[in-house]
């Protein structure tokens, strides 16, 4: 396959994956990935070539350079010595026993060979640790270790892969060699990817100090960073390009904010640029995965030293050494620290066991292996290559599967694992974790987002008059709808089988609505007051209605089909109205417009009615809920007493105007909230960026539209 379509290929299956990972939350999209890759590798028989020096430095450099550059500093700095313990001394440990395990289970590897594999499964994902850490409520300290253990064991665990493969591609390997070696290219690597990282900040320091200052360059500077650092200290000093990018990673995420004096937009480009590049890359690391698998497979099975099902045990077998290991590892480690945060010798395991399922393997993992050469030194194939492939790929779909099965119930939790390109924030993550008991009565971000969205929502109310009503009504539905989602959001998590209450309420309600709705066309029906046209038309969005309503509080079936199908319907025809749009409306439009407005004021009627009601009174219905559909209504009697006409320029301008002033509202809450110690510094920041978010795209529609 040419080169160009691979690339077309992979990305559009990377997205692909994530909007079927969209409908299946509680399964890694990374498993997806797989999957689809799988597919397209048996039914097209997809190949993708791989080389080993390209595929390093095309995924390896720059995602390890976007861990650096995310590394928390602040309570993981403090436990920097067990860190690197759990970073260099644990990888060292796995790819011993680990490797010792699988050359004593599969003779025929080479000893170096399964060195090598030991050392690439020992990296684990640093993000999907994080989660899943998070999810399993280890202590703070055991939290941070573990999160910075996984951000920088990637550099040990490759450079320790490297010399296995070499000592298996040449058959030769010496200790004393391999320890100066190791000394050489991992001090030389981190001087190295320090010294560059510090001239690339000095000379784009320097062209801002000049003028230059365009964003579009130095994000791209900065995006060919990796690559350039990689390929110097690789290519020119013969040393660790591994340890180098995650070094200069480090450095540039400490001093990235002297270039916000001059250009505060600058972080707001490079970390959406650079979440976009980890998110694809990590996506076509497990897609090339998926395609890999047929030849391994294909390999091992046919395999004459190793049967299919003593495959699969052998991947779970080395799976359970792997937990066993890194389980031990963090017993060892509590019982250690035991007398400062005394615990329970079956406290300890038990997060002992939890620490031991958070080791999912990812993207580095599967890079790696992939990179393993095809030929020795000698020109005759590596030794059970698509055998070490088959492992490797089936420690990582067990990892996850465990991770996903087991630690939900062991712990209780069940939220989605993420993982690498998943755009979580990991140093954002850790100061989350570190946040004490006292800090209990802070907001979520979920409660604080709905106050924000509330006070903008009445700010908006304030503004409304004649002239802008319709805007107003618009804008207002629109933060309603917001509202409505985070409540539905909290209700849901706070109830397991039952409906959640919120949208029990909902359905309740806007039953009630419907009911005037429907009494309203039937009633204008028998006094002949619209004509059969009218009619069938009105039944026919009742019909619609009717089945959002079932749609409320269920899981996917036929309703959700049928309700994509109205919403497909009901676009085309708008967009086919916007193309040939008809300057006069036929007497049958202007009576269903009529007919419209006069079923809303029925909903509106009924649904007042029924909360008048003594018994309706005592249940003490959500006001936010009542509040909605009462605007949803509005909105519609509006948009009918204006004919149903397309959006003026003057219709565009208002509402631009109100969400500059709700926008503003926004950020006025959430200073508010600050200033009575609701929220944390950290979610203050990431609202405003949400914020500032939302201005831009405000700026940008309005220059499109100019």
Do not use: C
Not at 69 to 80: D, I, N, Q, T
Not at 315 to 321: D, R, S
Not at 384 to 390: A, D, P, S, V
């Amino acid at each position: 396959m040419a080169i160009i379509e691979a690339v077309i290929l992979l990305i559009t299956l990377v997205i692909i994956a994530n909007i079927i990972g969209h409908y299946l939350p509680n399964l890694p999209v990374s498993l997806i990935e797989i999957g689809l890759g799988l597919m397209v590798a048996l039914v097209f028989a997809v190949k993708i070539p791989l080389k080993t020096d390209w595929f390093m430095l095309v995924f390896v450099a720059p995602l390890l350079f976007n861990d650096g550059r995310r590394f928390p500093k602040k309570e993981l700095w403090a436990l920097r010595g067990p860190i690197i313990g759990n970073a260099i001394f644990l990888v060292f440990a796995t790819t011993l026993i680990g490797g010792l395990a699988i050359h004593w289970l599969v003779p025929a590897l080479p000893l170096a060979a399964s060195f090598a594999l030991a050392a690439i499964l020992s990296p684990t994902d640093p993000v999907a640790v994080q989660s899943i850490s998070e999810q399993a409520d280890l202590p703070p300290r055991v939290l941070h270790l573990v999160s910075g253990e996984s951000l920088i064991n990637d550099a040990s665990g490759l450079i320790s892969f490297k010399y296995g493969i070499a000592a298996a591609v040449t058959g030769y390997f010496s200790w004393q060699q391999a320890a100066g070696d190791f000394l050489y290219i991992s001090i030389v690597g981190a001087l190295a990817g320090m010294i560059i990282m510090l001239i690339i900040h000095f000379i784009r320091l320097f062209m801002l100090q000049q003028g230059f200052e365009d964003v579009m360059f130095h994000t791209i500077l900065q995006l060919v960073t990796p690559f350039i650092i990689y390929l110097i200290v690789e290519d020119l000093f013969h040393a660790s390009g591994v340890i180098a990018v995650v070094v200069a990673g480090i450095i540039s995420h400490s001093s990235r904010n002297i270039f916000l004096d001059f250009l505060p937009e600058l972080k707001l480009v490079t970390e959406q640029t650079w979440s976009i590049s980890v998110y694809l890359l990590n996506g076509i690391v497990f897609l090339i995965l998926g395609i890999e698998l047929p030849v391994a497979m294909h390999n091992t099975v046919h395999n004459p030293l190793i049967n299919t099902s003593e495959e699969i045990l052998l991947v779970l077998a080395v799976w359970l050494i792997l937990v066993i290991v890194r389980g031990l590892w963090t017993l060892a480690y509590l019982l250690y620290t035991n007398q400062t945060n005394p615990k329970t010798f079956r406290e300890n395991i038990k997060i002992a066991v939890l620490s031991g399922l958070s080791g999912v393997r990812g993207a580095i993992t599967m890079a790696g292996v992939l990179s393993v050469p095809t030929v020795l030194a000698d020109g005759s194939p590596f030794p059970q290559r698509g055998l070490m492939l088959f492992i490797a790929a089936g420690v990582i779909i067990v990892s996850l599967v465990m991770a996903v099965v087991l630690i939900p119930k062991l712990t209780k939790v069940k939220a989605p694992i993420e993982m690498r390109g998943m755009q979580r924030d990991l140093e954002a993550a850790a100061a989350a974790a570190a946040e004490d008991e006292a800090a209990a009565d802070l907001l979520d971000e979920t409660n604080a987002k709905i106050y924000m969205y509330k006070v903008a929502a009445s700010m908006v109310e304030s503004q409304r008059h004649i002239d802008n009503n319709r805007a107003a009504l618009d804008l207002l539905a629109e933060y309603q709808l917001m509202i409505r989602r985070l409540e539905s959001q909290q209700s849901e998590a706070s109830t397991s089988d039952e409906l959640p209450p919120l949208i029990a309420e909902e359905l309740i309600l806007r039953q009630v609505a419907f009911d005037g709705e429907r009494q309203k066309l039937e009633a204008l029906w028998a006094e002949k007051a619209i004509s059969a046209k009218s009619y069938r038309h009105g039944k026919r969005k009742l019909r619609q209605k009717q089945v959002m309503l079932s749609v409320i509080g269920t899981s996917f079936n036929w309703h959700h089909v049928q309700l994509q199908v109205y919403r497909a319907w009901s676009i085309s025809k708008r967009f086919l109205t916007h193309l040939w749009p008809r300057h006069t409306k036929s007497p049958s439009e202007t009576e269903w417009q009529l007919t419209e407005r006069e079923m809303a004021k029925a909903g509106i009627k009924q649904l007042s009615y029924f909360l008048k009601q003594p018994e309706n009174r005592q249940r003490h219905y959500n006001r936010q809920v009542i509040y909605q559909i009462i605007v949803r209504y509005r909105n519609q009697i509006e948009n009918m007493k204006n004919g149903g006409r397309s959006k003026t320029a003057i219709y565009e301008r208002q509402l631009q105007k109100l969400r500059i002033k709700a926008l503003t509202s926004e950020r006025v809450a959430i200073q508010e909230l600050l200033e009575q110690h609701k929220i944390s510094w950290q979610l203050a920041d990431e609202l405003r960026k949400n914020i500032n978010y939302s201005e831009n795209a405000l700026i940008l529609a309005r220059t499109d539209t100019e």
